[in-house]
């Protein structure tokens, strides 16, 4: 017998049994490993990374202004609430954070086809800032960022940090149902 044809044997009988375990492992227990999600540390150092490009960013588009959310929605399966408020501190608006899927916790929401999880759609020029604030499922909450739109933004997308503040020693507790748009 060849090297050749030993060689290729060899091969076509590891794919083989490789195959069979593969089969074997599949028919076995179907919830062996069930989706986890990831640490909230790492949710946390996302946060954290985004805060200077900007958990929101400013766009003018079509005669309107637009500010996407899509960084935190990347995180929402960590997260009870997304607080904020335009042109003021009072963090009195919720945005809406899609459902969780913990075999894709990263993933921007699928089905939403009115965009109610991406962006709000303002006048132009409406908002001159944006407060922000995001609590998590434990119900810590995050610094308060304020951004702002960037100069001459266009239909870029951009924000600049215009201030932080500490979070509030106490937060409410989250209220699901009051989000808003």
């Not at 290729?8 to 076995?28: H, Y």
């Amino acid at each position: 017998m060849s090297i050749g044809n030993a060689a290729s044997r060899w091969l076509i009988a590891s794919l083989l049994v490789a195959g069979t375990t593969v089969a074997l492992a599949q028919e076995g227990d179907e919830d062996e490993y069930k989706p986890e999600l990831p640490d909230m540390s790492i949710y946390k150092a996302m946060l954290d990374a985004n805060r200077q490009p900007g958990w929101v960013q400013f766009r003018d588009y079509g005669n309107r202004q637009l500010i996407y959310f899509t960084a935190l929605q990347t995180m929402r399966c960590r997260l009870s609430e997304v607080r904020y408020s335009i042109n003021s501190d009072a963090l009195d608006l919720h945005f809406p954070l899609g459902p969780c899927d913990p075999q894709q916790p990263f993933n921007i929401p699928a089905d939403d086809p009115t965009n109610k999880y991406i962006y709000l759609d303002l006048k132009p020029h409406q908002a001159k800032t944006l407060t922000i604030q995001v609590v998590w499922a434990d119900g810590s909450g995050s610094e308060i960022v304020t951004y702002r739109p960037c100069d001459n933004v266009g239909e870029s997308t951009c924000a600049r940090i215009k201030k932080i503040d500490k979070p509030k020693s106490k937060l409410s507790a989250p209220t699901p149902t009051s989000q808003s748009r």
